[in-house]
């Protein structure tokens, strides 16, 4: 019954290294965002993608980028980790037509720390 | 610009009692507003929703209340169990505005004590 899985639940990378977050979803959904959790702060938007190859900022994109190669699969980029990235980021899907109601099916999450 | 804001970082209440948690917005715009339920090491989940044409909603011991006057939500979890401790985020959406992507606040860590 898993819907959105992210890759890994435990990270730890060094500072300057190149990290890949991994999100796959298998609900057919055409909208997927990254989202990373810190205290005292929610859910804060780094990029989000409507389509396939499309993708589009967040409110804190800076530092990272992104890839939509197929529906299923957004993976995040940390091009050169950086000691204050380190958080909980979570992957979430939605359909577009909103079937579902607005809610984001969200992953279990991945806990990066960065060295 | 903090459109989606839950001003109590934390709240504490007794096994039995009822638990509120509110949440504030800004954006006029907004049509729909959902809970989601967060333990720790895990995503979050959705709870309960709204819809800005409505100003209360109802799932079992879990209650939506809706002011749009006031551009205040609040969440009723009564009678509230241990298993209701989690941090509970609430979100808005506008579908016209921003396509329906969700807008989260920061989050309140409810403790329920048995």
């Known amino acids: 019954d898993v819907k959105v899985t992210q890759s890994s639940r435990y990270l730890v990378k060094r500072t300057g290294e190149k990290v890949f977050l991994e999100c796959v979803q298998d609900?057919?959904?055409?909208?997927m965002f990254w989202y990373r959790q810190d205290p005292g702060l929610g859910l804060r938007l780094i990029y989000f993608?409507?389509?396939?190859?499309?993708?589009e900022k967040g409110d804190i994109p800076e530092g990272y980028s992104v890839s939509r190669e197929k529906k299923e699969r957004f993976s995040l980029i940390l091009e050169s980790a950086s000691t204050n990235q380190t958080s909980m980021y979570l992957c979430?899907?939605?359909?577009?037509?909103?079937?579902?109601?607005?809610?984001?099916?969200f992953g279990s999450g991945t806990r990066l720390t960065v060295v | 610009d903090q459109q989606v804001k839950q001003n109590s970082p934390s709240l504490s209440v007794q096994e039995g009692r009822i638990s509120i948690l509110n949440c504030d917005y800004t954006?006029?715009?907004?049509?729909?507003f959902l809970w989601y339920k967060k333990y720790p090491a895990e995503g979050p989940t959705f709870l309960i929703s709204i819809s800005s044409i409505k100003d209360k909603n109802e799932d079992g011991r879990f209650t939506v209340f809706l002011n749009k006057s006031a551009k205040h939500l609040s969440l009723h979890i009564v009678p509230s169990q241990p298993g209701d401790s989690a941090v509970y985020f609430c979100?808005?959406?506008?579908?016209?505005?921003?396509?329906?992507?969700?807008?989260f606040g920061q989050g309140t860590e409810l403790s329920v004590k048995p």
């Open positions: 993608s409507y389509d396939v190859k499309m993708k």
């Open positions: 954006n006029s715009m907004f049509d729909y």
């Open positions: 609900m057919d959904h055409e909208n």
């Open positions: 979100a808005a959406s506008a579908l016209y505005n921003q396509g329906g992507k969700l807008i």
């Open positions: 979430a899907s939605q359909d577009r037509g909103l079937r579902e109601g607005y809610g984001y099916t």
